[in-house]
């Protein structure tokens, strides 16, 4: 069974970091992207940041960018660096994979999801 593992989600305030890791069970994905999309109550999945297979290619979510950092350190493992949290980042986020392009931010083209993991930015 493939599965993604969020790690890492807690409670930070406001200015804080936190750093979020996933980990591929069941299979590698060297050819493919991975993502990390967040939701809030109430709102629609948000694209946060993708790597490309490669990890020479990343894209960040304008909300995100300057303030978070993706990278991966081979075929199963990604992560999420977050920094100057805010409390508008409060949400669960959800890694992924999938074969697109990293600077694709459309969650339709990531086959395979995480749980996730809440994230709670007090002010």
């Known amino acids: 069974q493939v599965q993604l593992v969020e790690r890492g989600g807690g409670l930070v305030q406001a200015g804080g970091s936190l750093r979020l890791s996933c980990t591929a069970i069941?299979?590698?994905?060297?050819?493919?992207?991975l993502g990390w999309f967040r939701q809030a109550p109430g709102k629609e999945r948000e694209f946060v940041a993708a790597i490309s297979s490669s990890g020479g290619s990343l894209y960040y979510g304008d909300s995100v960018k300057g303030r978070f950092t993706i990278s991966r350190d081979n075929a199963k493992n990604t992560a999420l660096q977050m920094n100057s949290l805010k409390p508008e980042d409060t949400a669960v986020y959800f890694c992924?994979?999938?074969?697109?392009?990293?600077?694709?931010?459309?969650?339709?083209?990531?086959?395979?999801w995480g749980q996730g993991t809440q994230v709670t930015v007090s002010s």
């Open positions: 992924a994979a999938g074969i697109t392009s990293p600077y694709n931010a459309n969650e339709n083209a990531y086959s395979y």
């Open positions: 069941g299979r590698t994905f060297n050819s493919y992207s």
